[in-house]
């Protein structure tokens, strides 16, 4: 074992500990044991898996939400965005998803993305909330567009973001200081979100919880 000081019988209930997890499981067999994780390549989440995922809820924001935040994908001909509520345990809900038609490059579609940043979303209690922080792509466009609506926005609520080319980057690379045209041009490791996604949907609920 990787770690000589630790008894066996730790590293077995260590091991059982990671059960159902695998983001657990790939930690413990890289550092406990001093082995490379391999990664099953096409290991994706069933259909049913998903589907039994799936929660119905009376007020567009559940009450669980505590947190507001969007993505906006860049299309030559339109902007499309989705609105994710967030709670404990970084539990998430798809709260809004909006397709904004019209040339990137336009201001009137600007404009209409514009109008879907600032649209606020009620709670069952009647309260209103506005989506906190947006993460907008810039691949397949001029991304200088991205860039002013961060500047017209907030620095820190509209982030222009590319994906990152290397695989086992960090999920966000937010730098510490802005770029050349004065924002935070922010790195995702686009195959590291998406095995955390995945490794989400093997996890099972625990007792009552949906």
């Not at 030559?76 to 904004?100: A, F, K, N, T």
């Not at 009137?108 to 606020?120: F, G, M, P, S, W």
């Amino acid at each position: 074992a990787y770690s000589p000081f630790t008894t066996w019988v730790q590293i077995v209930k260590d091991w059982m500990k990671t059960k159902g997890d695998t983001g657990k499981r790939k930690t413990f067999v890289n550092t406990t044991l001093g082995e490379t994780w391999e990664a099953k390549i096409g290991e994706r989440p069933d259909a049913e898996v998903m589907a039994e995922r799936k929660e119905y809820y009376s007020a567009p924001v559940p009450d669980r939400v505590a947190y507001l935040t969007a993505g906006i994908d860049s299309q030559l001909d339109r902007y499309e965005m989705r609105v994710w509520g967030w709670g404990p345990g970084e539990e998430s809900w798809l709260i809004d998803r909006q397709i904004i038609m019209g040339r990137h490059d336009d201001e009137q579609t600007l404009l209409r993305v514009d109008e879907a940043i600032n649209k606020t979303y009620t709670r069952r209690n009647g309260a209103e909330m506005s989506v906190s922080r947006i993460c907008w792509d810039t691949g397949g466009i001029d991304p200088t567009i991205v860039y002013e609506r961060s500047k017209k926005h907030g620095l820190f609520r509209v982030i222009p973001i590319k994906g990152a080319s290397v695989y086992g980057k960090p999920v966000a690379s937010m730098p510490r200081k802005r770029n050349k045209n004065g924002v935070y041009l922010t790195e995702i490791g686009t195959d590291t979100a998406k095995e955390q996604i995945y490794n989400r949907f093997t996890l099972t609920p625990e007792g009552d919880e949906p």
